[in-house]
C-alpha cells in the first residue's frame, strides 16, 4: 500500500514557510484506491513568485480549512501506508513541521523517493533532468504535473509504478529493493526530527 503525496507551500524552508495544499493518492499494485485534496489556508500571505507559479492565491484560500483541521484527515489517509514523494524530503518536512505545530508529531513512516529511485535506475542522459515533470513525460503519464499537488500526486503515482515495472523487468521484486533503492536523502535537520525516517 502506498500513498503518493504533493504539497503546495508559500516557500522552500518548512520552519517559516506553510501549507496550502495537501494532496495525496492511494494505491494498491495498479489499483488506486482514493485521492485526498484541500486547500489549506497557511495564515500568511502567499509571495507573488508563489502565486504566479502554483496559481494558489490569498483569494483562493480565504475560505480554505487551516492546518489543524486537515491534518488529522490527511494522517488517517495515510495510515498503514508506504509515503511516496518526489523529492521526499520537501513534503516529508513541512509534513513533520507541520505535525509540530499542530501538536500532532508526525507518524514514523516508510519512505520512498521517486527522486531517489530516478537516480538509481536511469542510466546517465536518459532524461535531462530529474524533474517530476521531465520524467512524467517520460513514462507518458496521463496527467501532467502543474504545481497543483493533486495533479503531482497523480504524476508520481505513475512515476512510481514505471520505476517498479523497471525494477520487476530487472528481476527486483521486494519491497526491501524498493525501500533501498528509494530511500530519501540525508535531509537538513527537520523540526522534531530524532531519528532518520525510511
Known amino acids: 500500500m502506498f500513498t503518493i503525496v504533493d504539497l503546495e507551500t508559500t516557500g522552500l524552508d518548512p520552519q517559516e514557510a506553510r501549507i496550502t495544499e495537501i494532496a495525496a493518492v ?3 499494485g495498479s489499483d488506486r ?9 497557511p495564515g500568511v500571505p502567499i509571495p507573488e513568485f508563489i502565486t504566479d507559479l502554483t496559481g494558489i492565491s490569498d483569494d483562493l484560500v480565504a475560505d480554505a480549512p487551516p492546518l ?5 484527515a490527511f494522517t488517517r489517509f495515510t495510515e498503514d501506508a508506504i509515503l511516496v514523494a518526489h523529492n521526499a524530503p520537501f513534503d516529508v518536512g513541512f509534513l513533520r513541521a507541520a505535525g509540530l505545530a499542530c501538536d500532532r508529531p508526525w507518524p514514523d513512516l516508510q519512505v520512498v523517493d521517486t527522486l531517489a529511485l530516478a537516480r538509481a535506475l536511469l542510466p546517465p542522459g ?5 524533474r517530476l515533470g521531465t520524467l512524467a513525460r517520460y513514462f ?3 496527467t501532467d504535473p502543474t504545481h497543483r499537488a493533486l495533479a503531482d500526486a497523480r504524476a508520481t503515482a505513475h512515476v512510481l ?13 521486494e519491497l526491501a529493493d524498493l525501500l533501498a533503492l528509494g ?16
Open 26 to 28: 492511494r494505491v494498491r
Open 33 to 41: 484506491l482514493g485521492e485526498f485534496a484541500t486547500l489549506v489556508a
Open 68 to 72: 489543524h483541521l486537515v491534518l488529522p
Open 126 to 130: 536518459t532524461v535531462p533532468n530529474m
Open 140 to 142: 507518458e503519464a496521463p
Open 161 to 173: 509504478r514505471a520505476f517498479i515495472g523497471r525494477m520487476h523487468e530487472s528481476g527486483r521484486h
Open 183 to 198: 530511500r530519501p536523502p540525508a535531509p537538513r535537520a527537520w523540526p522534531g526530527q530524532t531519528t532518520p525516517i525510511g
